[in-house]
């Protein structure tokens, strides 16, 4: 199965400041790249995702960068809120394909006002 | 967007007594859902995968009698834990794919379910 791994595990970053979160993946199968956010006592949701085909994509003041050779993809987010605090996951798969989803460990981002 | 809904969103039972977690999508068909379970400060770990009209698949180390999934229609799949437990204390979500004419194949999130076992 694929082993995810997240870097760091908790990153404190001064409000306005850049955060970095680095998945790194096993299966070279996969062509599908999300990143979740998860608050407090609710669900993940989406925040942005990128294929394989694509080496980086741009949402206002996210976004992610894929290396496939390095098999590795990471979650910027620039210019930080307060609001950006939260646990972000990584969880890579083959879409239409295995659909088991495994999620990285997780990364705590806590924006220090 | 696709919206995926789930009931209750947090329940404190007895010991030994059953409970049903809800998992609806409410604005798209689905044919496949996913459970899954989550301890505090944890990933999220996949229990089951299921499938309208058939039986869910279990992921190894999940007891299928101890956690019953229906999925009866394309929009509603159900996780029942029964006789519940304290260790069975946990948060509970669901994910639905999304459905036929979906190109992208997205996942969609419940808002979780807490369960509280006395």
């Known amino acids: 199965g694929e082993n995810v791994e997240q870097h760091p595990s908790t990153l404190s970053v001064q409000e306005g400041d850049s955060a970095v979160i680095k998945c790194t993946y096993s299966?070279?199968?996969?062509?599908?790249f999300p990143w979740y956010k998860q608050e407090l006592g609710k669900g993940p949701q989406l925040i942005i995702d990128?294929?394989?085909?694509?080496g980086e994509k741009k949402d206002q003041r996210i976004a992610v960068t894929l290396n496939k050779t390095a098999k590795h993809f990471s979650l910027h987010i620039t210019e930080t809120q307060p609001e950006d605090s939260a646990v972000y996951f990584c969880?890579?798969?083959?879409?239409?394909?295995?659909?088991?989803?495994?999620f990285g460990t997780g990364t705590r981002l806590t924006i220090i006002p | 967007g696709a919206v995926v809904s789930q009931h209750p969103s947090w329940v404190i039972c007895k010991s030994g007594t059953s409970v049903k977690i809800e998992c609806r999508s409410l604005?798209?068909?689905?044919?496949?859902m996913f459970w899954y379970r989550q301890f505090p400060k944890q990933s999220l770990m996949l229990m089951a995968t299921s499938n309208e009209g058939s039986k869910a698949t279990y992921e190894q180390g999940v007891e299928k009698d101890k956690f019953l999934i229906n999925h009866a229609s394309l929009t509603l799949s159900t996780l029942t834990v029964t006789s519940a437990h304290p260790e069975d204390s946990s948060f509970y979500i669901c994910?639905?794919?999304?459905?036929?004419?979906?190109?992208?194949?997205?996942?969609?999130f419940g808002e979780g379910s807490r369960l509280t076992v006395l």
């Open positions: 299966d070279s199968a996969s062509n599908y």
């Open positions: 969880a890579p798969r083959t879409l239409f394909g295995n659909e088991k989803l495994t």
């Open positions: 604005d798209f068909q689905a044919t496949t």
């Open positions: 990128i294929r394989s085909n694509v």
């Open positions: 994910s639905a794919r999304g459905g036929s004419g979906s190109t992208t194949g997205e996942l969609f």
